[in-house]
Each structure stands twice: as structure tokens, then as C-alpha cells.
């Protein structure tokens, strides 16, 4: 946008103009994949809480421990992104509700309290009840702390490959993806039982995401024909043609497999590899999904 006062009658003239070249990048795929992951382990634990109380005992404090870093990661590649990046106290005390941006800035901010809130009940005091009570309001807030990126790229005009309904689904099976395969990592004492409970998770959040992803590629050039130059990125000899498919691979179609086996023979390694490449995969297929508008030109 581009603003210009005319000295005579302090009038504002703003034009929309062309943005050249990528202005989300590598910033923003961190902040999706932080939160990703910052959200997801608060699902994944409430399931795990309510299925296996025993079992999950002692991961009420390390998941809030992640869920917080990975939230302040997220909150802290926002921040720098911001063009005016000094000014982003103006959310909360000039507020505009009729953006993306101020609504999830307000929400992230009341999850956070309520996460400082679990690690107070969980270390301090000890009070799992407490603690409970919390993580419940917890999960709440994660659902919109999770769909807002959605709203921001639906808000953007121009891309029509970004669309509110398929983003929203993507923004959730990223969380039950990557919160599953963190718990997996960290879950080493949980039994097997819960083990399986997480791959099953992380196998149907990417073989979802997996089917969602190939019906845009396939369907999506009907819609509009921006979404058929958009994709010819990520097809044939397209620019991010390797790098869409080794992660859709990695995210989705190797994590599917090798649940499957270890499901199927009880091996726990195999879980954890199906959960490492689902984390990394997971990176470079939201970069992509992110890039590949921007290239198109606006006009």
C-alpha cells in the first residue's frame, strides 16, 4: 500500500500496488510450523490425559514446556515480520476487530497466560487438578490460535489458491500431525498402547492432509485459472516440482507407511522415524504452499 498526504487538504490518497518477488517466506513457514507444533501437543495431551491418566502423569509439565517455547517461537518470527515491528503494541491498544491479525494476536496472548498458568499448577504447585481445569480452556483457545493463519491468507487478495475452508483443514491436520509426532518423541515412557494411539494420529492426519493436498492439485485448476498457473509450479518441470514432492513424501506419504508397519509388527523406532519426517516434511510443504502464489505476477 502506498499512502500520500496532499499538503492542501491533508487529504490520504492510498493506491494499491504490486508487491515484486516472494514477501512471505522461510519467516512465515517457521511461524506456521511453530505453532504447528505448539498447539498440536495440547490436543495430544488432553487426549492422552483423558485415555491413559496413569500413563501421561509425568508429561503434564515437559508438554507445557514445549507448547510454550514453540508458542513464543511462532509469536517471535510474527513479530519480525512485521513491517513496523516496534509498533505491534498498537494491536492491543488500538485495535482493529475486523482483522485476522488483532483477533489472534488477543488469543494467542490469553492462551499464553493460560499455558504460564499450567506450568504454575503443574511444577509449583502441584495441583493436577488445577492444572486440568486449565488445560481444557487450553484446548480451547488452540483451535482459533490454529485456524487464524488460515484467515490471514484467505484475507489476502489475489491468491486464489488460498482459500479459507481448505486452509482451515490444513491448519488442523498440521496440528494433529505435528503435535502427534512431537509426543511421540517425548512419550518415551508411555506404554505401547498410547504409542500406537499417537501413530494412528499421526497416519490419518497425513494420509487426510495427503488426500486434501492432491485434490487441489487435480481439481483446483478447474476452479480458476490462477490456481492452474499457481500449481504448474509444483508440476512436471516447475520450479518447486522436487521440493513440493519430497514433502509430500516426507510429510505424509512416509510417515502413512511406516505406521502402517509399525502398527503391524510393534516397533516404536519405526514410529519415531515416521515422526521426524512428518515434522521436517511438514516444513517444506507448508514453504511451498506459501511460496508458489507469490511467484505469480498481480497483474
Known amino acids: 500500500m502506498v499512502h500520500t498526504a496532499l499538503e492542501a487538504t491533508n487529504a490520504v490518497v492510498t493506491l494499491d500496488v504490486a508487491l515484486p518477488g516472494i514477501v512471505w517466506g522461510w519467516i ?3 511461524n506456521m510450523w511453530a505453532k504447528s507444533i505448539g498447539t498440536g501437543v495440547i490436543f495430544l495431551l488432553f487426549y492422552l490425559l483423558k485415555k491413559y491418566p496413569d500413563a501421561a502423569e509425568n508429561l503434564r509439565f515437559p508438554v507445557t514446556v514445549v507448547s510454550l517455547v514453540f508458542i513464543h517461537i511462532f509469536l517471535f518470527f510474527t513479530v519480525i515480520d512485521l513491517h513496523q515491528m516496534f509498533r505491534f503494541w498498537h494491536i492491543f491498544f488500538h485495535p482493529h476487530w475486523t482483522s485476522a491479525i488483532t483477533v489472534g494476536a488477543w488469543i494467542v496472548t490469553i492462551m499464553v497466560l493460560v499455558l504460564f498458568g499450567m506450568a504454575f499448577a503443574s ?12 488445560l481444557g480452556w487450553a484446548v480451547v483457545l488452540a483451535v482459533p490460535v490454529t485456524l487464524y493463519t488460515a484467515a490471514i491468507m484467505a484475507e489476502s487478495t489475489a491468491r486464489e489458491l488460498w482459500q479459507m475452508p481448505t486452509e482451515a483443514v490444513q491448519m488442523l491436520l498440521a496440528a494433529t500431525l505435528a503435535g502427534s509426532a512431537t509426543m511421540i518423541l517425548l512419550g518415551e515412557k508411555l506404554p505401547y498402547e498410547a504409542k500406537r494411539d499417537l501413530g494412528i494420529v499421526l497416519g490419518m492426519s497425513a494420509l487426510i ?13 478447474m476452479k480458476a ?22 514433502g509430500q513424501t516426507m510429510a505424509f506419504i ?23 519426517l512428518a515434522l ?20
Open 254 to 276: 512416509a510417515p502413512m507407511v511406516l505406521v502402517w508397519l509399525s502398527v503391524a509388527n510393534k516397533s516404536v523406532s519405526l514410529l519415531k522415524l515416521a515422526a521426524i
Open 225 to 246: 485459472e490462477e490456481v492452474m498457473a499457481t500449481l504448474e509450479f509444483v508440476k512436471g518441470d516447475g520450479e518447486y516440482a522436487t521440493m513440493f514432492w519430497i
Open 280 to 299: 521436517a516434511g511438514l516444513w517444506i510443504t507448508k514453504h511451498v504452499w506459501l511460496v508458489i502464489p507469490q511467484l505469480l505476477n498481480m497483474s
Open 123 to 134: 511444577f509449583i504447585k502441584k495441583d493436577n487438578k488445577l492444572f486440568d481445569k486449565l
Open 209 to 221: 492432509a495427503f488426500i486434501v493436498y492432491m485434490s487441489e492439485l487435480v481439481f483446483g485448476p
Open 28 to 30: 512465515i513457514t517457521m
